[in-house]
């Protein structure tokens, strides 16, 4: 516990990298872990842990973080130069470079986990659209994360969280209909694609966890 406090500091070295290469992501980092804490202490997860994985999940977005839209400043699109494979690839790399980055710097492996298991096996789904328009025989495993799925309650907490963060963030309408219409679609698809099969959150924890994730950001947006 001593040290998930330790690393919830945001003068934390690896934070405060982020803040000063990946100012965009440090920011829905930090959303995404306020909006987990709160969720996860609703359904008697570990609301520490969260808070951290949160902070940590994408870490990885320091190796390329211009190709990352909430860090986009000048209005230039750096995937117009890729065809969609390269830019899945680009993606996909802050996974694995999140989990390189991470232990390379000392971080436990109870938070490193947050790093694979956010994404679990999902598609990089626009990418995958924009190729499988021009190729309708693409193989859509070379756009899909490696994985893991979520194996704790935790995980599958921070994985809803930060697509729904993302996707709200987004959106030009936000208000509680929409954000509730968008927490709900997050959750449904990820059900739906066994996402949660291999941890113990259930369909309960995954209402409850809704219901906080509507609370919260309707409160920012308000």
Do not use: W
């Amino acid at each position: 516990r001593v040290e998930l406090m330790e690393l919830a500091q945001l003068s934390h070295p690896l934070l405060r990298r982020l803040q000063d290469e990946a100012p965009g992501t440090f920011q829905h980092s930090v959303m995404v872990s306020n909006m987990a804490e709160r969720a996860a202490d609703r359904i008697g997860a570990d609301p520490l842990l969260v808070r951290v994985g949160g902070y940590y999940h994408d870490v990885g977005k320091l190796a390329s973080p211009g190709f990352f839209v909430e860090n986009a400043t000048d209005g230039n699109d750096p995937h117009a130069s890729l065809d969609p494979l390269q830019s899945t690839r680009v993606i996909q790399q802050h996974v694995t470079a999140g989990v390189d980055i991470a232990r390379r710097e000392g971080v436990p492996a109870a938070v490193t986990q947050f790093i694979p298991q956010h994404h679990g096996t999902r598609r990089v789904q626009f990418f995958y659209r924009l190729a499988a328009a021009d190729d309708a025989e693409i193989d859509p495993d070379l756009f899909s994360y490696p994985g893991p799925k979520p194996q704790t309650r935790e995980a599958a907490i921070i994985m809803v969280a930060d697509s729904s963060e993302a996707t709200v963030r987004s959106s030009s309408d936000r208000t509680q209909e929409r954000i509730r219409e968008i927490v709900e679609a997050v959750v449904r698809e990820r059900v739906e694609e066994g996402q949660f099969d291999e941890c113990d959150i259930s369909l309960r924890d995954l209402r409850i966890v809704t219901e906080s994730f509507v609370a919260t950001l309707s409160a920012i947006y308000h």
